[in-house]
């Protein structure tokens, strides 16, 4: 038997072999984060390092450039919204915000060519659809994935903003709390975190060596929260592969022809024993 998923689903992967370690021969998890934190920590650092200093700097440009102009913006964000029949816990003109900062963890979470991002100087119309095609304001609903946020706010832990760049241009003055805020109804927002799951995991993944290719993309941010450190121990039977400028896309399917050979091989290997 093997077991598979990806992101949420790679750590359930995970979190399944450790539990039962017996009812699974092989673990094939795809860009699974294990978090220990609503606020994890570790993928605010890894998007100021991810790719290069110009690519960065495209990114920032055009987020400072649609906050300039977000008292033009705003009209057509509310109809946008309106339109699209969307609620929201907290203020359009923070949700203007929060979908600003979101824009880098989704530029490099998808893939998305840098070289395709607009420059500031790009007509209003330009600007604004970029915004709302990469960060579709949805996202930040009431009608969006509540199970999963109110489980990431439980136990499987997120990721945060790093909001100094822009702060000046925003009416927001911290997200340090914005999962539960902007994300759930009040009734869930006393949840308290729980980082037993990840623990267990990382324990179990640290004092054994189950037969499991742990699968990364490069650029993903949700690589920060892998166990790519999995690489430092000295395991046999576990393998980790980050495929080079990889994003959250990442599959045996689509890694370079080396690496994908390798862990096919190794699949087939252990389906033989």
């Avoid at 945060?160 to 760049?165: E, F, L, Q, T």
Wanted: proline residues 6%.
């Amino acid at each position: 038997w093997i077991s598979t998923g990806i992101s949420k689903g790679g750590e359930t992967c995970m979190e399944y072999r450790s539990y039962y370690p017996e009812d699974v021969d092989i673990s094939v998890p795809y860009v699974g984060p294990v978090c220990y934190g609503v606020i994890d920590g570790r993928h605010e650092p890894f998007l100021r390092q991810v790719g290069t200093a110009a690519e960065r700097k495209t990114i920032e440009d055009f987020q400072i450039a649609v906050l300039k102009k977000k008292a033009e913006f705003m009209p057509r964000f509310k109809k946008y919204c309106d339109e699209k029949g969307y609620k929201f816990y907290v203020t359009l003109e923070d949700i203007y915000d929060y979908c600003v900062l979101e824009y880098s963890f989704s530029v490099w979470q998808w893939g998305k060519s840098i070289a395709s991002i607009p420059a500031p100087t790009a007509d209003d119309d330009v600007l604004f659809n970029e915004l709302v095609k990469v960060v579709d304001p949805d996202y930040f609903a009431t009608t969006g994935n509540l199970s999963f946020f109110a489980q990431a706010y439980r136990e499987l832990g997120y990721y945060g903003y790093d909001i100094k760049p822009f702060k000046k241009y925003m009416s927001i003055k911290s997200a340090k709390h914005y999962l539960r805020d902007v994300m759930l109804p009040p009734e869930l927002r006393k949840i308290k975190f729980d980082k037993t799951v990840s623990q267990h995991i990382t324990k179990y993944l640290k004092e054994n060596d189950p037969q499991m290719i742990c699968i990364y993309g490069e650029v993903d941010p949700w690589t920060a929260a892998g166990v790519t450190w999995l690489k430092d121990y000295p395991k046999e039977n576990i393998k980790v592969y980050v495929k080079p400028g990889g994003s959250h896309g990442t599959r045996i399917s689509n890694m370079p022809a080396e690496q994908r050979n390798e862990i096919l091989d190794t699949i087939n290997k252990w389906l033989q024993e």
